[in-house]
């Protein structure tokens, strides 16, 4: 993609796009931590966000290297961050009217014809529910990302309604951040893969 940008990735040395990557600043204290909104003042030091990577990082001294210390914890405090900032966004998403809420809702939605750009299901739902709309959004719109990592209690809490089980968010630009985001999650809390 043209005006892509890129960094450098301190634990891998591999060159990747800056959404594919966790930024971490050098705070007053010396402590190195996790920029997820990319607005901290300081030099950046970019890492792909990628739990075995982060680890690798702060095992390695890549952090000490750019003159900050790495905190016990580093990966869990940075899903942390990115799970809080996922919910804010589906909650954003609520506000600006591209949030479809409720089993039903979605199912006549996509009925009318309605596009869905990603499916948010809690993860302590009903699977027969899951499948079920799944497959008819699936049917409607090609395949859609599902978003699968929170339970009811947190995405109701981001919502502020109660029992949010099946969400749709339709096509946007915060639809767009929201996969980035889940992205990024994934790479934070599935299996280590840059030990």
């Known amino acids: ?14 060159v990747r796009p800056v959404d594919e990557m966790i930024r971490f600043v050098v ?19 970019w890492v792909t966000a990628d739990r075995g990577l982060i680890e690798k990082a702060a095992r390695t001294g890549r952090f000490k290297a750019a003159g900050g210390t ?21 909650g ?13 809702v979605i199912d006549r939605a996509v009925a009318r ?13 009903a699977a027969d529910g899951r499948r079920k709309l799944t ?11 599902v978003l699968d990592r929170f339970d009811r209690a947190a995405l109701s809490q981001a919502l ?12 946007s630009r915060l639809a767009d951040k929201i996969q ?6 994934a790479g934070l809390e599935d299996t280590q893969q840059g030990s």
């Open 1 to 14: 993609m043209a005006g892509t940008r890129e960094r450098r990735c301190v634990a891998s040395r591999a």
């Open 27 to 45: 705070g007053p204290d010396g402590m190195v931590v996790p920029d997820v909104e990319g607005k901290l003042p300081g030099r950046g030091i």
């Open 70 to 90: 790495a905190p016990d914890g580093l990966a869990d405090m940075t899903a942390a961050l990115v799970r809080r900032k996922l919910l804010s966004l589906i």
């Open 92 to 104: 954003l998403a609520r506000r600006t009217g591209d949030l479809i809420a409720g089993f039903d």
């Open 113 to 125: 014809g309605e596009a869905v750009a990603l499916l948010i299901e809690a993860a302590d739902g």
């Open 135 to 145: 497959g008819r959004i699936g049917a409607a719109n090609g395949s859609v990302p």
């Open 160 to 171: 502020g309604r109660e029992n949010a089980t099946h969400l749709a968010v339709k096509p």
């Open 180 to 185: 980035l985001e889940m992205t990024r999650l």
